[in-house]
């Protein structure tokens, strides 16, 4: 039977990969780095290179190790990569660069129905990091699991204008997106079109998964990079949504009879170093671990008593540098089996 089964974002929870922070560092300044991390920034002198704050790599993966404890104490399976030199020189003909980190699963893979794949993702930095998980998706496909991946995108430089407006950075050159640019609500996928994924991905997506899902891609919800602070489905039925990003004319149509939950004023906890990776809406990057259950981060007392006062179970606790290094609950963890069949909730 295959290990990896999973159809929606809310489905209750059996085994779940949580990322590392050993080796983790903010790669060489580049073309792709300054469209999809540091667009705003004129002077890429401004940007620290090099292995992150030793606080913040221990303190972050201690965090890590509590959240997998956490949720094997509710009875889920949990699996962590090793950790890999980040260092190490990577070189194409068209560019060379160091590597990043194997923080956030989320952002390269994605398990839909019996399926693992690794998308082409848009950061040069992380062009090989499925190495982390090999070990791992070999294990999953052993187990009966179709392991696909996309094709390795070229990354040139004209893929890339980090002066354009937001949301046209990245180019339709050639197939290229961040797994965290899709939600999964059954037979339908949400994909978000913006510099962290081009259309041509949304194509190859549809493509790979065929006519038994519809991929949906939306290019006016949000611009920059990942949907998962954008709209968070809770339940059948029941989303969250960011009000600075979503209204009533960008709604998805297959999302327009949900019922939904504006996100609260959300608490700004702060960041190290001059440039954070994430605005204060990390706050919504939450897991969903069950239907209407939740761990969420402690510290937005505004938004857990939101999600209460909807009905939703939350279970606290903390990833002090989401900020800084540009990942939640929901970023930091990729969820490979949840108990559930294949549906439509439109």
């Not at 004209?158 to 950075?169: F, I, L, N, V």
Request: hydrophobic fraction near 40%; include cysteine; glycine fraction near 8%.
């Amino acid at each position: 039977m295959s290990l990896v089964d999973v159809h929606t974002e809310w489905d209750p929870l059996e085994e779940i990969v949580v990322g590392t922070m050993e080796g983790a560092r903010m790669p060489i300044v580049d073309r792709s780095l300054l469209a999809t991390e540091f667009p705003d920034i004129d002077d890429p002198r401004q940007i620290a290179t090099g292995p992150y704050p030793a606080q913040v790599v221990e303190e972050t993966e201690a965090e890590l190790e509590e959240l997998a404890n956490l949720l094997t104490g509710l009875g889920v399976t949990v699996r962590r990569p090793g950790g890999r030199d980040h260092k190490a020189v990577l070189s194409t003909p068209d560019w060379s660069t160091d590597g990043f980190y194997d923080y956030c699963p989320r952002d390269g893979f994605l398990a839909v129905g019996d399926a693992i794949i690794e998308t082409p993702m848009v950061l040069r930095a992380r062009w090989l990091e499925g190495f982390a998980y090999k070990d791992l998706f070999l294990e999953y496909s052993e187990s009966g699991a179709r392991w696909l991946s996309a094709p390795k995108p070229q990354l040139a430089d004209d893929m890339y204008e980090p002066s354009a407006p937001p949301g046209k950075r990245l180019r339709d050159l050639e197939p290229a997106f961040d797994a965290a640019n899709v939600l999964r609500f059954g037979t339908d996928l949400l994909y978000q079109v913006s510099d962290s994924g081009n259309m041509r991905g949304a194509r190859w997506l549809q493509s790979a998964l065929g006519s038994q899902y519809t991929v949906h891609p939306c290019d006016d919800l949000y611009t920059s990079t990942h949907i998962d602070s954008t709209i968070v489905p809770l339940r059948p039925g029941l989303v969250l949504i960011n009000p600075a990003r979503v209204n009533d004319t960008n709604m998805p149509e297959f999302l327009r009879g949900w019922d939904r939950i504006v996100c609260p004023e959300l608490v700004d906890t702060g960041f190290v170093g001059d440039h954070p990776k994430s605005s204060v809406w990390i706050g919504m990057n939450f897991l969903v671990v069950a239907p209407g259950k939740a761990v969420v981060d402690k510290r937005q007392t505004g938004l857990i008593r939101e999600l209460e006062r909807h009905g939703v179970e939350v279970i606290p606790s903390q990833l002090t540098h989401s900020r800084t290094l540009g990942g939640g609950f929901h970023c930091v963890t990729l969820d490979v089996r949840r108990t559930g069949e294949l549906a439509t909730y439109r």
